[in-house]
């Protein structure tokens, strides 16, 4: 489980900060959106266009990718380099990514800084508390020290590249511990909430093998009531005519190999038809492409990561997860986490949003709400409605009305438009 992640020097972030899931001792609402070791079920962020909120879904995206392809680099391959480019001081700064996960009970603090051809700085500490934890191996631009309760590290140091990750090296190389870090990093996902194609694949294959998590699936379907009674994968001959007539040639006539003859799946929903007296006579098969909303086929497509971070304790994290959705869809969804009846392998949900509809302390603990905002030369500050203190040195209240205080820019976060 993700316990908190820090980001500096990416993209309109500029100085570090912080996102915890870690539960406040001060916050007493909903206390069953509290999991295993008094981390947070969810977490939701609030803030105006342009503001950072995707920018940290995104570092945290970068982070996973860079630990699990650095590795496949050449030596001269840049890095993946976005510093905030809005200071003269921090343009040729290192990027900063630190994640403290828990697993099996102990806190994994893994963390690196790097600039566009080179790893400066990388840590990884271990322990059951901050204040026990000890240092694994700390690597620096004059070398990596390795600790002798990390010995799978031994040996390796002079083998990294400067632009590959040491803890990426080690468990290429079988480690145990290091190993154990990157089944961490597999636990969690980063989707889009707009573009959803790119997982809509995984759900197909979930109805496909007919899961449990595709039975589920279904049943949350029936309760959204989206019109259709039933499923079916339908299996087709790969047709090169189907191809888009304005492919590129080089990429088409590379699809055409590598699917020459195989069998393409495809999804359709079931929809009953009604006689005059609205008596069900029979029933049709729809594709879904051509006749769903693209709501429906949002949720669709969702339906797989949703179920498989439930099933498996997973953190998924989502950009703009209202996106096509009615906000009771929405609100839905965010329930499957923050119940512990339908959520009992402590999955974590991270996402951004606009809707306000979810600004309540019937939904979420003032620990859980988080907002992004740029400040007065446009770096991103992200701060919880739990650490937010009006003027008058007092903080918001449990039963304070959430959504109105927002609206009237009284947790600020919103956007300023002016009057021409």
Known sequence: MVVEFTVGNFLS?????TISFEARGGVSELKENIGKDKLLRSLVIYGANSSGKSNLLKALGLMKNLVFHSIKLNFSDKLDYMPFLLSTENI???TFFEIVFLYEGKRLRYGFEYNMRTIVNEWLFVGKTPKTEKPLFIRT?????VSDSFKEGKGLEEKTNDNRLFLSKVADENGRIAKQVMDCFFYYNVLSGIEHDEYGGFSLKMFELQ???SKESLEFFKKLQLGFQD??????DFKPNNLPKDMPTTLKTKIIKDLSNSKIMSLNTIHNIYDKKEKVIANISWKQDDYESEGTKKIMDLSG???DSLSKGKTLIVDELDAKLHPLITMHIVSLFNNPNTNSKNAQLLFATHDTNLLSTDVFRRDQIWFAEKDSVEQTDLYSLDDFVFPDGTKVRKDANLEKNYIRGRYGAIPFITNF
């Open 13 to 17: 972030f500029n100085e570090k900060r």
């Open 92 to 94: 040729k700064q290192p």
């Open 141 to 145: 631009i004059e070398g990596i020290g």
């Open 211 to 213: 899961s449990k998590n």
């Open 231 to 236: 499923i079916e994968i339908i299996e087709n």
């Open 305 to 307: 990561p949703i179920f």
